[in-house]
């Protein structure tokens, strides 16, 4: 049993022997990788990246080097991380409704190729360093940075990461960027997000006044990776919360409030977004505005069929058959007189003036106040009607006769009738059975 111990001690000595000499043999081989390797866990900020560059280090084939040890644990964009309030996140800038915003690409100043310059926090439009000058800078946004060192932002030259010619963000690679507003109108932003250390995950939360918006998760490159927001309430402040050591830097940064037609009111809260519309009218209260509504006042008829675009009339009734429809015609039966003034504003325009059993032939023609004739004899006869009582026929009839009198003699004075069809019209009314007739033909 002793032997038996003694010699799988000496196969798992002879085993571990092998391996570290198979290990020693490969390390000549990765040399590079190794100096490397080692440089990796020694640099901690971008100025340690520039002694690279000093000491003859390709930054390209350094990154390259890089990434081929980075495990990608994602291959979207862009994604949210926890529901958001209000976000809306682009990852193409084609589909980010609102690209004329301030641009912030830290342009201004001198800075030579590969060059690194740290400055302390915070950056804004009255920095004056070596690398900005007051003014710089757009208004409405400071940049400022947290963590273990938390005073140091960098700016780094054309060519140092990918093909950016000017790009910001802390110097540590431990730190963290924050981008504060000073302005309470920011709904939308857009930048490239760039991870100068070790491409990998950058997540990124936004503030509100009411505190927290939302996370996304964007997967950060040396050459950037473009981030697009929208926000329903404006946003305060964003905080970089990338794992230490990724080295989180922007480019191309845009902000503001998305106003794609100009017309001073925020995509979000415009009911037109594409068409200038200051006054947000919205006639049937749907969210679209009227000046991008084909419905605009909501009966489901399209303006251009609607004889009342601006009022809801389904029905599209139209009775003196011009172009308005009754709902929005303020003269309804086309007589000359506003409906608000005329007696009888659906005039019955019959051509000939008949009642009882008379064929008078008489024309029936607009009297005063927007009525016809037979409109004023119909209005008669119900008025006679409503007071007869089944035992008062004589005297209603004997009112009705009297008011007919009054009737055709304002008529004759207007010259609608003449004497002969004045007489015709009393005969024919001491004739018929009124009250409770009201049939004129």
């Given at each position: 049993m002793k032997h038996k111990i003694k010699?799988?001690?000496?196969?798992?000595?002879?085993?571990?022997?092998?391996?570290?000499?198979?290990?020693?043999?490969?390390?000549p081989e990765n040399s590079e990788m190794s100096t490397q390797k080692k440089e990796t866990v020694n640099a901690k900020s971008f100025e340690d990246l520039s002694k690279l560059v000093e000491n003859g280090v390709d930054l390209?084939?350094?990154?390259?080097?890089?990434?081929?040890?980075?495990?990608?644990?994602?291959?979207?964009?862009?994604?949210?991380?926890i529901e958001n309030l209000?976000?809306?996140?682009?990852?193409?800038?084609?589909?980010?409704?609102?690209?004329?915003l301030p641009l912030e690409n830290f342009e201004e100043g001198l800075v030579n190729p590969l060059e690194v310059i740290t400055f302390l926090n915070p950056l804004d439009e009255n920095t004056n360093n070596s690398a900005f000058s007051a003014g710089d800078i757009l208004p409405g946004v400071t940049f400022t940075t947290t963590g273990v060192n938390s005073n140091l932002l960098v700016v780094l030259g054309n060519g140092f990461i990918g093909d950016h010619s000017k790009i910001i963000g802390p110097n540590s690679f431990d730190d963290n960027l924050v981008i504060n507003f000073t302005t309470n109108n920011v709904t939308s932003i857009s930048m490239?997000?760039?991870?100068?250390?070790?491409?990998?995950?950058?997540?990124?939360?936004?503030?509100?006044?009411?505190?927290?918006?939302?996370?996304?998760?964007?997967?950060?490159?040396?050459?950037?990776?473009?981030?697009?927001i929208e926000s329903d309430e404006p946003i305060i402040k964003i905080e970089f919360l990338s794992t230490p050591g990724t080295g989180e830097l922007i480019d191309n940064f845009s902000f503001g409030i998305c106003d794609s037609d100009e017309d001073g009111i925020s995509n979000f809260e415009d009911n037109c977004p594409e068409t200038p519309?200051?006054?947000?009218?919205?006639?049937?209260?749907?969210?679209?505005?009227?000046?991008?509504?084909?419905?605009?006042d909501g009966d489901d008829i399209m303006n251009e069929y609607d004889n009342c675009p601006l009022t809801a009339n389904s029905n599209q009734t139209n009775y003196d058959g011009?172009?308005?429809?009754?709902?929005?015609?303020?003269?309804?039966?086309?007589?000359?007189?506003?409906?608000?003034?005329?007696?009888?504003?659906?005039?019955?325009?019959?051509?000939?003036?008949?009642?009882?059993?008379?064929?008078?032939?008489?024309?029936?023609?607009?009297?005063?106040?927007?009525?016809?004739?037979?409109?004023?004899?119909?209005?008669?006869?119900e008025e006679i009607n409503e007071q007869y009582d089944g035992e008062n026929w004589d005297e209603q009839h004997s009112d009705f006769m009297r008011e007919l009198a009054k009737l055709t003699y304002i008529w004759r004075?207007?010259?609608?009738?003449?004497?002969?069809?004045?007489?015709d019209i009393s005969n024919c009314g001491r004739n018929s059975q009124i009250p409770y007739y009201n049939n004129p033909r």
């Open positions: 010699i799988a001690y000496l196969i798992l000595i002879v085993a571990f022997t092998l391996s570290c000499e198979k290990e020693t043999e490969t390390l390209d084939n350094y990154f390259n080097s890089l990434s081929t040890q980075t495990n990608k644990k994602s291959t979207e964009s862009i994604s949210n991380k209000g976000l809306q996140f682009f990852s193409n800038s084609e589909d980010f409704p609102c690209n004329n490239d997000v760039l991870s100068g250390w070790n491409e990998g995950n950058v997540e990124i939360e936004f503030f509100g006044n009411s505190g927290s918006l939302g996370v996304t998760t964007v997967f950060g490159t040396n050459n950037g990776t473009y981030l697009g519309n200051a006054d947000q009218l919205d006639t049937d209260e749907d969210g679209i505005g009227d000046v991008c509504d084909d419905d605009i011009d172009d308005q429809g009754d709902a929005c015609d303020d003269d309804d039966d086309n007589d000359g007189v506003k409906d608000s003034r005329d007696n009888h504003p659906y005039s019955d325009t019959r051509e000939y003036f008949n009642f009882g059993d008379c064929d008078l032939d008489i024309e029936n023609q607009f009297s005063r106040n927007g009525s016809t004739m037979v409109d004023q004899i119909n209005s008669l006869i004075k207007d010259r609608l009738i003449t004497r002969s069809e004045r007489s």
